[in-house]
């Protein structure tokens, strides 16, 4: 998954996911768990300096 | 002459004194007899006749207990002794006389042993295990039977890409491949019952690997089913990786196991493929050392990557200082050896996979135990784990409330290793069964999953108008649910 965009999500029970897209367009729905590997290359492109957008 | 010192031969057991023969110048055969009883000697050979003073040698045969010579001796002649050399010295051995020593090597061959005959006390401790200790293969999928995502896919050149379940491809250098689930219908991978492979091809070249690109093709095993393997311990395991492999490139390939977690530890294993475009059977031998029985070669009890097991189909120079056989701790340094080839050097190159099975124990080829075949249900349920895909049912019943996001409940083949990670080629549509229900659906989500039951909330926003309100369908949709290592 090479991230373009990222931007969180938030549900109905109040908890968040983010909602990425890769340099393909294709979407993905990451959950917030460090066991997630998807979620692990987020924090990875988080700490190379991107930022992920607040929920609408 | 020399004197014979001891007592005669004639009382050495199994030397026999025959009776005199007594000639009358025209007869050539004679009754053999001891004390005038018939006497059946066991062969010409085993007899010795003095006739005038002059040891008879190839000038007669025996048949039952008459002896024919090839000459009539004269009525003078006198027959001055005949002795026979017969049962526990010379023809006959006595019962339970030899001895191991008077046995050469080898010498025992596979038609002496009568079948049936090979009791479990004769078989060596640890040669041959009385059972596996895992239940269940290491390797899931080891057949390529399971191919959720599809058959095939063109054009890769990135990381973590699937064809077949749960063997993941990295492209990591500036080459294109396709990689593809093919069908078997010959060859001696298709003999011994497998009728799927995978195989990677080489679409666009990279003959010129800067020293930081790699591909890469491997399966990850799950911590926690590898806590039989006891690295980190004194008693961690050897291990054998066995697998039907073939590709146009012939030489030295390298196949790598690698604890990725805590501190890494890896270990590559060269093989060869002698024959192009064959199918060959590797049994390869990842022997437990004191690097991996150190307490820094332990795998963590989670859901984490335990073990990587890793075909090497290009490494650049920053991946190849490992030693053949060897557990190393030198991070990714160490993931290939200096042998390894750059299969995605020309275009067409390929490599084609089937039949893995990783087994605790030091194996050989003609040891090593059968392929563990599952069936197609049970490897797709242990596939799920990691990946499944829903595509082709309605989802019934879900509830849009004031705002876009509408939610519905989910319940999952199995449960996943962990929360998953949603994803979509096609959201399809919201309908009341008979029209739609709006013309858009987007932002696809999931919460409240359930690691114990496999169910969570499934959440989409829609564009129809109406709020607070019942869904009574989703159609069209093809969601997929990852939670890959």
């Known amino acids: 998954m090479n991230i373009k965009t990222a931007k969180y999500k938030v549900y109905a029970d109040g908890t968040k996911s983010v909602q990425v897209t890769d340099t393909n367009n294709l979407e993905y729905s990451v959950p917030m768990n460090n066991d997630n590997t998807d979620y692990q290359t987020v924090l990875q492109w988080v700490a190379d300096g991107n930022t992920i957008q607040e929920a609408d | 002459m020399s004197s014979y010192i001891g007592r005669g031969i004639d009382q050495i057991d199994n030397i026999s004194t025959l009776d005199n023969l007594s000639f009358n110048g025209s007869l050539q055969t004679f009754n053999l007899t001891q004390n005038s009883v018939a006497f059946v000697p066991v062969s010409a050979d085993a007899l010795q006749i003095q006739i005038d003073g002059v040891i008879q040698s190839g000038n007669y045969t025996v048949s039952g207990s008459t002896v024919t010579f090839d000459f009539t001796p004269s009525g003078s002649s006198v027959c001055n002794g005949i002795k026979h050399f017969g049962v526990g010295l010379l023809t006959t051995v006595s019962d339970s006389s030899i001895t191991t020593a008077k046995l050469g090597a080898d010498a025992v061959t596979t038609a002496k042993i009568n079948d049936g005959a090979v009791t479990s006390g004769k078989i060596a401790s640890g040669v041959i295990p009385s059972t596996r200790p895992n239940a269940n293969p290491l390797i899931i999928n080891g057949d390529?039977?399971?191919?959720?995502?599809?058959?095939?896919?063109?054009?890769?050149?990135?990381?973590?890409?699937?064809?077949v379940d749960r063997f993941r491809f990295d492209e990591g250098a500036d080459a294109t491949l396709?990689?593809?689930?093919?069908?078997?219908?010959?060859?001696?991978?298709?003999?011994?019952?497998?009728?799927?492979?995978?195989?990677?091809?080489?679409?666009?070249?990279?003959?010129?690997?800067?020293?930081?690109?790699?591909?890469?093709?491997?399966?990850?095993?799950?911590?926690?089913?590898?806590?039989?393997?006891?690295?980190?311990?004194?008693n961690a395991v050897n291990l054998t990786l066995a697998f039907w492999y073939k590709s146009n490139v012939t030489g030295t390939h390298v196949v790598t196991l690698d604890k990725s977690d805590s501190t890494r530890t890896t270990c590559p294993v060269e093989f060869t493929v002698s024959s192009a475009n064959t199918w060959e059977h590797k049994v390869l031998n990842f022997n437990a050392d004191a690097t991996i029985k150190a307490s820094?070669?332990?795998?963590?009890?989670?859901?984490?990557?335990?073990?990587?097991?890793?075909?090497?189909?290009?490494?650049?120079?920053?991946?190849t200082s490992g030693t053949n056989g060897d557990w190393t701790q030198n991070g990714v340094s160490d993931f290939?050896?200096?042998?390894?080839?750059?299969?995605?050097?020309?275009?067409?190159?390929?490599?084609?996979?089937?039949?893995?099975?990783?087994?605790?124990?030091?194996?050989?080829?003609?040891?090593?135990?059968?392929?563990?075949?599952?069936?197609?249900?049970?490897?797709?349920?242990?596939?799920?784990?990691?990946?499944?895909?829903?595509?082709?049912?309605?989802?019934?019943?879900?509830?849009?409330?004031?705002?876009?996001?509408?939610?519905?409940?989910?319940?999952?083949?199995?449960?996943?290793?962990?929360t998953p990670t949603l994803s979509s080629s096609d959201l399809g549509f919201f309908s009341n069964m008979q029209s739609a229900l709006g013309s858009a659906l987007s932002n696809l989500g999931g919460y409240e999953y359930d690691a114990e039951n496999g169910t969570m909330i499934v959440d989409c926003d829609s564009n129809y108008s109406g709020t607070h309100t019942f869904i009574p369908s989703w159609e069209s949709q093809v969601i997929e649910f990852s939670a890959e290592l």
Not at chain 2, 296 to 319: F, P, Q
């Open chain 2, 144 to 163: 390529m039977a399971v191919a959720q995502r599809g058959t095939s896919t063109s054009g890769i050149t990135g990381s973590n890409q699937f064809v």
């Open chain 2, 178 to 234: 396709t990689m593809s689930q093919e069908t078997l219908t010959s060859g001696n991978a298709f003999d011994v019952g497998f009728k799927k492979s995978l195989k990677v091809l080489v679409t666009t070249a990279d003959g010129s690997l800067a020293s930081n690109q790699s591909e890469q093709l491997m399966q990850q095993i799950e911590a926690q089913d590898l806590q039989l393997l006891k690295f980190g311990t004194s």
């Open chain 2, 296 to 319: 820094t070669g332990a795998i963590a009890n989670d859901n984490g990557t335990g073990l990587r097991v890793m075909w090497n189909l290009a490494y650049g120079s920053d991946y």
């Open chain 2, 336 to 418: 290939s050896t200096s042998n390894q080839q750059n299969i995605v050097a020309t275009n067409s190159n390929y490599v084609e996979l089937t039949g893995v099975q990783l087994e605790v124990g030091e194996f050989t080829s003609a040891t090593i135990p059968p392929f563990q075949f599952e069936s197609y249900g049970d490897n797709l349920f242990r596939c799920q784990r990691y990946y499944h895909k829903n595509d082709t049912t309605r989802w019934i019943g879900a509830y849009k409330r004031h705002d876009a996001d509408t939610a519905f409940y989910y319940t999952m083949p199995r449960a996943m290793r962990t």
